[in-house]
């Protein structure tokens, strides 16, 4: 075991190192660019606010969308999945 001499000396601080922002930094900060904040006075204006936002929205932004809540129901192992398909056959009168 080594003896203490006694004495005490501060860290050296050291510098901190210039932060470049990540790829996916840089996405969120271009999705929040992007944001648009909209106060309703009503439940009617929400409502109003909502359809004209997803009617002004491309078809292919409205299935991310969707997809975007599908995924974390079914997860990802479920993407290729297809509805089940069935035939019945009903005698004719």
Request: aromatic content about 14%.
């Given at each position: 075991m080594e003896k203490s001499t006694g004495s005490w000396s501060p860290e050296v601080p050291r510098a901190k190192p210039t932060l470049t922002p990540t790829a996916a930094e840089a996405r969120a900060a271009s999705?929040?660019?992007?944001?648009?904040?909209?106060?309703?006075?009503?439940?009617?204006?929400a409502e109003a606010e909502t359809r004209a936002y997803w009617s002004a929205a491309t078809p292919a932004e409205r299935l991310n969308a969707l997809e975007k809540l599908r995924e974390p129901f079914y997860g990802k192992d479920q993407i290729g999945g297809r509805l089940q398909r069935f035939l019945e056959v009903v005698p004719a009168e």
């Open positions: 999705r929040r660019s992007g944001w648009k904040i909209v106060v309703a006075d009503s439940f009617a204006q």
